[in-house]
């Protein structure tokens, strides 16, 4: 049997502040990838300390980086990250029009 680790391993229960967190990083990584093909990655970092603890990379289909790095780290915070995405969202509604 493969070991798989999850977010919400057993007999570790989740802060009403981490599953906001989750829900937060999940509607942006669906919103990225339907709406322009791009992908949410997420630094593999585990210390808090660590200068690029949670911090994001945006990644399109042929894993070319478009936005995210400082020198070669990840340096977008959920809220860069949805910052990032509202001009694009605006851009698309006004073609919608």
Same mark, same amino acid.
């Given at each position: 049997?493969?070991?798989?680790?999850?977010?919400?391993?057993?007999?570790?229960?989740?802060?009403?502040?981490?599953?906001?967190?989750?829900? /937060?990083?999940? +509607?942006? &990584? @669906?919103?990225?990838?339907?709406?322009?093909? =791009? /992908?949410?990655? +997420?630094? &593999? @970092?585990?210390?808090?300390?660590?200068?690029? =603890?949670?911090?994001?990379?945006?990644?399109?289909?042929?894993?070319?980086?478009?936005?995210?790095?400082?020198?070669?780290?990840?340096?977008?915070?959920?809220?860069?990250?949805?910052?990032?995405?509202?001009?694009?969202?605006?851009?698309?509604?006004?073609?919608?029009?």
């Amino acid at each position: 049997m493969a070991l798989r680790r999850h977010f919400n391993r057993p007999g570790r229960k989740l802060t009403p502040e981490e599953v906001k967190e989750k829900v /937060r990083e999940n +509607k942006t &990584r @669906r919103i990225l990838a339907r709406r322009w093909g =791009y /992908r949410l990655m +997420k630094s &593999r @970092r585990r210390d808090p300390q660590a200068l690029d =603890y949670g911090c994001y990379w945006i990644m399109n289909e042929n894993n070319c980086l478009v936005a995210g790095d400082l020198c070669g780290r990840p340096d977008m915070t959920l809220e860069d990250v949805e910052a990032w995405i509202e001009p694009k969202k605006a851009a698309k509604a006004r073609r919608k029009k």
